[in-house]
């Protein structure tokens, strides 16, 4: 039985594991390189987010915060798909119980400001309440 950073980690490698076949069912040996397979790197549309270095690149690129990189990333883990704002937080600050959830809000509005800023071509929609999605601009 896995428990705490130990079910996160396999958590997170599954994930990495599943973007990376979601990438090669999309763009074949294209999308597997692209994405840095057995790397820290993950894509979607223009937007690629190196988690080593916390950098988001498109068009123009900017660091992020380590909060910023681990929403960032648990999104494209996650792209398309309606995220709660309990789910959300539980993921990303798991190491921080006590803290009031809408911190949530706060991030997903910081995303979306550099997301403008690197001019990528994806967007996170979603109010204040949730639930939030990574998504394709139309």
């Known amino acids: 039985r896995l428990v705490?950073?130990?079910m996160c980690i396999r958590d997170s490698c599954c994930n990495?594991?599943?973007?990376?076949?979601?990438?090669?069912r999309e763009n074949k040996f294209g999308g597997l390189i692209a994405q840095g397979l057995?790397?820290?790197?993950?894509?979607?549309?223009?937007?690629?987010l190196n988690m080593e270095q916390q950098e988001?690149?498109?068009v123009n690129s900017i660091r992020l915060?380590?909060?910023e990189s681990s929403l960032l990333e648990?999104?494209?883990l996650n792209r398309e798909k309606e995220l709660s704002v309990d789910e959300i937080f539980?993921?990303?600050w798991a190491d921080e119980p006590d803290m009031n959830r809408e911190?949530?809000?706060?991030y997903v509005s910081y995303l979306r400001n550099k997301l403008v800023s690197v001019s990528a071509d994806v967007t996170i929609t979603g109010e204040k309440t949730g639930p939030y999605r990574l998504s394709a601009k139309s």
């Open 4 to 6: 705490g950073s130990e």
């Open 16 to 24: 990495m594991v599943g973007f990376a076949v979601a990438s090669y």
């Open 38 to 48: 057995g790397t820290s790197m993950l894509q979607m549309g223009n937007i690629s």
């Open 56 to 58: 988001l690149k498109a």
């Open 65 to 67: 915060a380590k909060k």
């Open 74 to 76: 648990y999104f494209l």
């Open 90 to 92: 539980k993921r990303v």
């Open 103 to 106: 911190v949530v809000w706060v």
